[in-house]
Nanobody
Framework: QVQLVESGGGMVQPGGSLRLSCASS????????IGWFRQAPGKEREFVAA?????????NYADSVKGRFTISRDTVKNTVYLQMNSLTPEDTAVYYC?????????????WGQGTQVTVSS
């Protein structure tokens, strides 16, 4: 059983940056695939990014975050990160991580509590 815990959210001004963390308390990630998702108020949960593979350097991003967000992982710390730059109010959401199938939005486990990201001036 893999438990994933999200952290690192907060409030930031437009144009700012945040780094989210997804820590695993279970087995190591490799070769698991881990994805980040987000859900804004009144909207469906959407895929943001995923990382995985044996080399750990395969990634996939939603078009809305390409060039602004970077997903990475530290296999020693069993943690996946989401570096978010050039944030806009449209990025305001609760962010979740989950195991995914390949680099797809197909998630595997139930959802955790997530971490709130608010972008506002």
């Amino acid at each position: 059983q893999v438990q994933l815990v999200e952290s690192g959210g907060g409030m930031v001004q437009p144009g700012g940056s945040l780094r989210l963390s997804c820590a695993s308390s279970g087995r190591t990630f490799n070769p698991n695939y881990i994805g980040w998702f987000r859900q804004a108020p009144g909207k469906e949960r959407e895929f943001v990014a995923a990382i995985g593979g044996w080399s750990g350097d395969s990634t996939n991003y939603a078009d809305s975050v390409k060039g602004r967000f970077t997903i990475s992982r530290d296999t020693v710390k069993n943690t996946v990160y989401l570096q978010m730059n050039s944030l806009t109010p449209e990025d305001t959401a609760v962010y979740y991580c989950n195991r995914v199938r390949g680099l797809t939005p197909s998630f595997i486990d139930s959802w955790g509590q997530g971490t709130q990201v608010t972008v506002s001036s």
